[in-house]
Nanobody, 121 residues
Framework: QVQLVESGGGLVRAGGSLRLSCAAS????????MAWYRQAPGKQRELVAV???????NYAVSVKGRFTISRDNAKNTVDLQMNSLKPEDTGVYCC???????????????WGQGTQVTVSS
């Protein structure tokens, strides 16, 4: 069973930085897209940043220029460096990956359990 485990959340003051990490494990043949989503209280989940296996990235407008997504294909990890954090960045951040598993021709989508990020004003 493929698992995604996040780490690095916490409480930070506005203007501060946090780095989130997500590690995928299990019978992984390859990982196509990896992404970070977040869900603020009372709001729908939104895409924060996405990165392909080739390194192409895309960001939500609200975080562009402040957040940087990166990945290590050899280690099956994806990170999110968050700078100049704002109170509106508060939420549960979840890692997402589309994974090709061993002995299976299909890709499957997996989610981590999430890590809380709280930005105080």
């Amino acid at each position: 069973q493929v698992q995604l485990v996040e780490s690095g959340g916490g409480l930070v003051r506005a203007g501060g930085s946090l780095r989130l990490s997500c590690a995928a494990s299990g019978p992984i043949r390859s990982i196509n897209v990896m992404a970070w989503y977040r869900q603020a209280p009372g709001k729908q989940r939104e895409l924060v940043a996405v990165i392909t296996s080739g390194g192409t990235t895309n960001y939500a407008v609200s975080v562009k220029g402040r957040f940087t997504i990166s990945r290590d294909n050899a280690k099956n990890t994806v990170d999110l460096q968050m700078n100049s954090l704002k109170p509106e960045d508060t939420g549960v951040y979840c890692c997402n990956a589309r994974v090709a598993v061993i002995l299976d021709e299909n890709e499957y989508e997996y989610w981590g359990q999430g890590t809380q990020v709280t930005v105080s004003s």
